[in-house]
C-alpha cells in the first residue's frame, strides 16, 4: 500500500491490523496495491526469521521484497513488445522491402516476441507500423522478460537406473523432511527433476543452491524441462528483472525457482516442493544480519504450507545425519554411482617425505607422474588447493620481519601480476601484496622496511604457484585457472567451464569454485594439493569442513565410464579424518564426529551464539566484551549452559580489534529466549548457530 509520510508517499507493507487508535497522528491509505502482494505466511515467516536471528522484521522483510518497490513510484514499468500476429500466417505475409524483411526475420529468430527496444536498435518505428498495419504484428505490453536462452543438452529424457526408481518412491511416499544421502555421482540431479516434475498442476517448486552461478549445467538442464516456467534467482539481476521475476513467481506463473539462499525469501504462491542441493554448504547460512540459516527459513515455509522438504548431499551435515537418526526425518540412500562407475582411487602422498627426497614444490612426483598420464591418454584432471595468490606468508630472511596487513593481524599474500615462470625476475617487483581478509592492496616491497634488505622467505603455497610450478614440470600442459583472482566478470566461470568441456585445457586449477557441482566427462584425475588447508582450526566444525570439500572435490573424477584417480597431498597422513576420505566412507565419519560432538556437548547435543564486540580501540574492545561476558554468566541458567570469552581468531581486521563471547544453552529455543531476555545488548553482534567459530 502507499500512504503520505512526512509530504512522500511512500511505499509499505501491512504486517498487522489493529482496530485501536493509536496515540500518534495517522494518515489514511491512498492505496491499495495488492492484498496479496506479501501473502500472511510469509510474513509470519519473517516475524519468526527476524525474532530467532536478533535482526528487525524490516530487514528480514527487505530481503522479501525487491528494494524498487519501496523506492520508485512506478516499479512495475510495463514495456511494449511487438509479437507475430496470432492470425497471420507466413505464408501470407508478402513483406515490402528490405526492411520489413529483416524485422520478421529477428523476430522469427527470438520466437516471435521482442522487446521494441530491442527490435527498435535494428528496424525502424515506421516499418514497424507498416507491418502492424498488415496484421502481420501485434503490439503488446507487459512485464515479460525475454525468453533464456535454453540449451538442451540431451539430459532431459534420463531414465532413472532401479536404484533412483526406488529412492523417488520412498521420497514421496515419506510425510516427513528426507535427506537423500547420495555418494557424489549417484544421479541426485534426476531425481529432483522428476519429483519437480511430479508437483500438482498449482504447486510450485522452490530449488535451492549452493551458488548460482557456479551451477550453470544443472540450471540448463532444468530449462530444458520446464523452458519458460523456469526463473532463475540470483544476486547479478538488474533491479528491472528482479522486479519481473519476483512477479511471475509470486504470481504463480514462474513453476519452478531457482536460486541461491536468498531465492528462500521470494514470495511463491503454492510451494509445494522445496529442494536444497548440496545441503551441507555453509553458503546456505547468511554471514551478515539477518544471520539466518536457509533449512530453517524453509523448515517455517515448509510447516505453513505443507510443503515436501528434500535435501540432498553426499556428505551432509552432522545436524541433519543427527535428526535422520532420531527419527524426526527420513533418511533414503544412494550408495552407488550410476552405471555401477566405481568410486575412484585414492593414493596418499607425504608430503614430508617428498620434502626428504628435496622437493619443496607444490607438485609431488606421484602427482607430476599421474598428470602426465593424463596428457598421454588425452584425459583431463582437476587440481584443487584452497588458496589463492601465489604464495602465504613472506619473512625478510636476514631480520625476520613478517608482512602483515596494516588493518589485520593477517599475513599481506603475495600475488604476481604474470605467472607464467617459477623462477623469481625483476617481474617480481610488479607483483601485489594483498591480504585475503580485508583486500588491501599495495604493490610487493622491493626492501624490507626493517633492516633495508632485499632477500625474503615465502612460505606455504597459492594457485598461482601451483600453475607456475606445473609449466615448468610439463610445459605441454594447458591449464586453466579458476579462483577468484581470475574469475572476475559475470560470464567467466561458465565461459571457462565450456571451455574446459570442450578440451580446450589439460587441466582445471582452482580454489573451492572447482570443487562442487562440476560433471565433465574426460576428468580422469582430481589432484589436492594440500589436505591439510583448514584442519586443526579451533572449531569444532573444522573436520566436517574439510572432509566434505575433500570428498566434494574428489566426486569430480571418473563420474563415468571409467574408473578416476585421486591423489592426496598432505604433511599429516596419519590424521583420522584420512581414514575415512580414503574409503569414501562418509557414513563412518559421521558416526565418529558424533562421538567426539556428543562427548562434549557441541552441536547438535546444544545450540550456541557467537557473540562479537569490536572497536579500533583495543581496551574499549576488551571492556565491552568483558562486562558482556561478565553480566551474561551473572544471570546464566543452571545446567548445561556455558558461557566464554576470547579474542577472536583473527584479533585485529578491518582496522577493528574483535572479541568473542561464546554462549552454550541446551537447545536454540531456549538459547533465544535467554538472549531476547538480555536485549538490548548494544554493539554486540549476536550469531545464532554461527557457521564458523573463528
Ligand atoms: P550427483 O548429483 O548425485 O553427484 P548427478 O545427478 O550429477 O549426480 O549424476 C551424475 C551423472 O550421471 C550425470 O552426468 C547424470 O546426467 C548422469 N545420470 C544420472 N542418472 C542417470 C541415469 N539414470 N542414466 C544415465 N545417466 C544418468
Ligand atoms: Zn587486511
Same mark, same amino acid.
Do not use: C, M
Given at each position: 500500500m502507499r500512504v503520505s509520510f512526512r509530504n512522500r508517499v511512500r511505499t509499505g507493507i501491512v504486517v498487522g491490523v489493529s482496530n485501536q487508535k493509536p496515540e500518534f497522528k495517522t494518515q489514511p491509505v491512498q492505496?491499495?496495491?495488492?492484498? &496479496?502482494?506479501?501473502?500472511f505466511h510469509y510474513i509470519e515467516t519473517a516475524r519468526e526469521v527476524a525474532h530467532e536471528n536478533f535482526a528487525s522484521l524490516e530487514k528480514v522483510l527487505g530481503l522479501m521484497v525487491p528494494e524498487k518497490f519501496f523506492t520508485s513510484q512506478n516499479p512495475e514499468k510495463r514495456e511494449t513488445f511487438y509479437k507475430l500476429s496470432s492470425n497471420s500466417k507466413s505464408s501470407n505475409w508478402n513483406p515490402k522491402g528490405v526492411k520489413q524483411k529483416l524485422a520478421l526475420e529477428l523476430l522469427q529468430k527470438n520466437k516471435g516476441c521482442m522487446r521494441s527496444e530491442d527490435l527498435r536498435k535494428q528496424v525502424s518505428l515506421v516499418t514497424l507500423q507498416g507491418l502492424v498495419k498488415k496484421d502481420i504484428l501485434e503490439i503488446e505490453e507487459g512485464t515479460l522478460i525475454s525468453p533464456l536462452a535454453v540449451t538442451d543438452n540431451g539430459k532431459s529424457n534420463i531414465l532413472l537406473n532401479e536404484d533412483q526408481v526406488k529412492a523417488l518412491k520412498k521420497i514421496q511416499d515419506s510425510k516427513k523432511t528426507t535427506l537423500l544421502f547420495g555418494v557424489t555421482g549417484s544421479g541426485k540431479t534426476e531425481i529432483y527433476k522428476k519429483l519437480a516434475q511430479n508437483v500438482s498442476p498449482a504447486g510450485q517448486v522452490l530449488l535451492l543452491l549452493p551458488e548460482i552461478a557456479l551451477t550453470p549445467q544443472l540450471i540448463a538442464e532444468f530449462q530444458s524441462i520446464f523452458k519458460g516456467a523456469v526463473s532463475v534467482w540470483h544476486s547479478k539481476l538488474s533491479e528491472g528483472e528482479k522486479i519481473q521475476e519476483w512477479k511471475r513467481v509470486q504470481s504463480g506463473e514462474a513453476k519452478i525457482l531457482i536460486g541461491a539462499? /536468498?531465492?528462500? =525469501?521470494?514470495?511463491? &504462491?503454492? *510451494?509445494?516442493l522445496i529442494i536444497l542441493d548440496?545441503?551441507?554448504?555453509?553458503? #546456505?547460512?547468511?554471514? =551478515?544480519? *539477518?544471520? #539466518?540459516h536457509t533449512i530453517d527459513v524453509v523448515g517455517k515455509i515448509q510447516e505453513r504450507f505443507d510443503a515436501k522438504v528434500v535435501l540432498g548431499s553426499a556428505t551432509p551435515r552432522l545436524e541433519s545425519f543427527h535428526k535422520c537418526e532420531m527419527g524426526e526425518w527420513d533418511r533414503v540412500d544412494l550408495p552407488k554411482r550410476v552405471g555401477d562407475v566405481m568410486m575412484p582411487e585414492m593414493r596418499f602422498v607425504d608430503l614430508k617425505s617428498e620434502a626428504k627426497r628435496g622437493?619443496? /614444490?607444490?607438485? /609431488?612426483g606421484a602427482l607430476e607422474e599421474e598428470l602426465a598420464d593424463i596428457l598421454k591418454q588425452k584425459k583431463q584432471a582437476v587440481i584443487f588447493l584452497n588458496k589463492r595468490g601465489f604464495s602465504g606468508a613472506t619473512m625478510c630472511k636476514s631480520c625476520g620481519h613478517k608482512f602483515e596487513c596494516p588493518h589485520c593481524s593477517h599475513n599481506m599474500k603475495m600475488h604476481r601480476k604474470r605467472n607464467d615462470e617459477f623462477r623469481m625476475t625483476n617481474d617480481e617487483l610488479k607483483a601485489k601484496f594483498v591480504c585475503h581478509v580485508c583486500g588491501h592492496m599495495e604493490l610487493f616491497p622491493k626492501k624490507c622496511p626493517e633492516c633495508g634488505k632485499e632477500d625474503f622467505a615465502f612460505r606455504g603455497w597459492g594457485t598461482q604457484m601451483v600453475e607456475a610450478v606445473l609449466k615448468e614440470k610439463l610445459p605441454k600442459l594447458r591449464i586453466f585457472r579458476a579462483d577468484s583472482d581470475s574469475i572476475t566478470g559475470k560470464h567467466d566461470f561458465e565461459t571457462l567451464m565450456n571451455k574446459f568441456h570442450n578440451y580446450e585445457a589439460d587441466v582445471l586449477l582452482g580454489t573451492q569454485m572447482i570443487a562442487k557441482g562440476l560433471d565433465f566427462e574426460r576428468v580422469q584425475l582430481v589432484g589436492v594439493?594440500?589436505?591439510?588447508?583448514?584442519?586443526?582450526? *579451533?572449531? =569444532?566444525?573444522s573436520e566436517e569442513r574439510v572432509f566434505q570439500i575433500l570428498t566434494q572435490v574428489s566426486g569430480r573424477a571418473g563420474r563415468r565410464a571409467s574408473r578416476g584417480k585421486i591423489v592426496i597431498q598432505t604433511f599429516n597422513p596419519e590424521e583420522k579424518i584420512f581414514d575415512f576420505v580414503k574409503t569414501h566412507d562418509a557414513e563412518s565419519f559421521l558416526h565418529w564426529q558424533k562421538e567426539s560432538r556428543q562427548k562434549s556437548l557441541m552441536p547438535p547435543f546444544s545450540s550456541m551464539a557467537k557473540l562479537t564486540i569490536s572497536d579500533i580501540r583495543k581496551e574499549v574492545s576488551f571492556a565491552h566484551a568483558q562486562k558482556t561476558f561478565k553480566n551474561l554468566k551473572k544471570v546464566l541458567p543452571e545446567g548445561e549452559w556455558d558461557c566464554h570469552f576470547a579474542p577472536a #581468531? #583473527? *584479533?585485529?581486521?578491518h582496522g577493528k580489534y574483535h572479541f568473542h563471547v561464546f554462549l552454550k544453552a541446551p537447545n536454540k529455543k531456549a538459547l533465544v529466549e535467554f538472549l531476547t531476555t538480555q536485549i538490548p545488548l548494544e554493539g554486540v553482534k549476536i550469531d545464532v548457530d554461527p557457521s564458523s567459530l573463528l
Open positions: 492505496e491499495v496495491w495488492d492484498e &496479496q502482494f506479501v501473502p539462499r /536468498s531465492a528462500v =525469501f521470494v514470495p511463491l &504462491q503454492k *510451494p509445494e548440496e545441503e551441507h554448504e555453509w553458503t #546456505f547460512k547468511n554471514e =551478515f544480519a *539477518p544471520r #539466518f622437493n619443496y /614444490s607444490p607438485i /609431488s594439493v594440500l589436505a591439510d588447508v583448514g584442519l586443526n582450526l *579451533p572449531d =569444532f566444525r #581468531f #583473527f *584479533p585485529r581486521t
